[in-house]
């Protein structure tokens, strides 16, 4: 598909803490779930969408992270430092801008999984992603039906797409898993230093520019230690 994005920006940068002692010895990007890193499952989702560069930030055991990915076939991947100074999801993504370009790219987390349906969700996020309403568009699943996940959720989703945060007191039906197609013009006049993505997508809401996409399959929240094995059988069940 012509308007499916080239590039990704992984993030691989965080601390794990809550997947201790797993994160005791090695970033959480790199524990395994169904006999192979979140990471890979991660990574080859993105090349059966095709993209050709993948920007990974690094902080937390860095150097193991760098060493497993040295001869990543595909994407290719670029190595984001930030050994230095932990920036946040939204400070990591601009100090990984220049290598990403100039035209929209998928963002991931590094410790996302999910199965999808019929079409992948990537695919199904460039077809809808459209740069003349969207600085973002946000993959989201249903907070019924997700693996490991037991929160009120993040947004509600207008007839027409466009997203709306939960209220302090309320319980909303979409979760936020960490996939979304980003615009650079999102990232216009940034909030110095370290910062959250999610102050952008206030940002972007506040100007309708903010849409969701329904997940088409399940998605896993790996968490802790103990979701690991629930995302293992969910995985084993639907390839069964």
């Given at each position: 598909?012509?308007?499916?994005?080239?590039?990704?920006?992984?993030?691989?940068?965080?601390?794990?803490?809550?997947?201790?002692?797993?994160?005791?010895?090695?970033?959480?990007?790199?524990?395994?779930?169904?006999?192979?890193?979140?990471?890979?499952?991660?990574?080859?989702?993105?090349?059966?969408?095709?993209?050709?560069?993948?920007?990974?930030?690094?902080?937390?055991?860095?150097?193991?992270?760098?060493?497993?990915?040295?001869?990543?076939?595909?994407?290719?991947?670029?190595?984001?430092?930030?050994?230095?100074?932990?920036?946040?999801?939204?400070?990591?993504?601009?100090?990984?801008?220049?290598?990403?370009?100039?035209?929209?790219?998928?963002?991931?987390?590094?410790?996302?999984?999910?199965?999808?349906?019929?079409?992948?969700?990537?695919?199904?996020?460039?077809?809808?992603?459209?740069?003349?309403?969207?600085?973002?568009?946000?993959?989201?699943?249903?907070?019924?039906?997700?693996?490991?996940?037991?929160?009120?959720?993040?947004?509600?989703?207008?007839?027409?797409?466009?997203?709306?945060?939960?209220?302090?007191?309320?319980?909303?039906?979409?979760?936020?898993?960490?996939?979304?197609?980003?615009?650079?013009?999102?990232?216009?006049?940034?909030?110095?230093?370290?910062?959250?993505?999610?102050?952008l997508f206030a940002r972007a809401a506040e100007?309708?520019?903010?849409?969701?996409?329904r997940l088409e399959g399940q998605w896993m929240?790996?968490?802790?230690?103990?979701?690991?094995?629930?995302?293992?059988?969910?995985?084993?069940?639907?390839?069964?």
């Amino acid at each position: 598909m012509q308007n499916t994005p080239r590039t990704a920006m992984v993030l691989a940068a965080g601390l794990g803490t809550r997947m201790r002692p797993l994160t005791d010895t090695m970033p959480k990007p790199l524990v395994a779930v169904a006999g192979k890193p979140l990471i890979d499952h991660v990574l080859a989702r993105l090349a059966e969408a095709g993209v050709e560069r993948a920007v990974v930030n690094v902080h937390y055991k860095a150097e193991q992270i760098e060493k497993h990915l040295r001869d990543w076939p595909k994407p290719r991947i670029t190595i984001s430092d930030e050994r230095g100074v932990l920036l946040g999801t939204g400070g990591g993504v601009v100090k990984a801008l220049p290598h990403l370009g100039e035209e929209p790219f998928y963002l991931i987390n590094s410790d996302t999984i999910w199965i999808d349906g019929v079409t992948p969700n990537l695919v199904r996020l460039a077809a809808g992603f459209d740069p003349a309403t969207m600085d973002a568009l946000l993959l989201l699943a249903p907070t019924t039906g997700c693996i490991g996940y037991h929160g009120r959720g993040d947004f509600t989703m207008l007839p027409d797409g466009r997203l709306q945060k939960r209220g302090e007191r309320e319980v909303a039906p979409f979760v936020y898993p960490g996939v979304a197609i980003l615009a650079p013009a999102l990232f216009k006049d940034p909030p110095p230093d370290a910062f959250a993505l999610t102050d952008l997508f206030a940002r972007a809401a506040e100007k309708g520019r903010l849409h969701g996409l329904r997940l088409e399959g399940q998605w896993m929240h790996v968490g802790t230690p103990e979701a690991v094995g629930e995302a293992e059988a969910a995985i084993k069940a639907s390839a069964e």
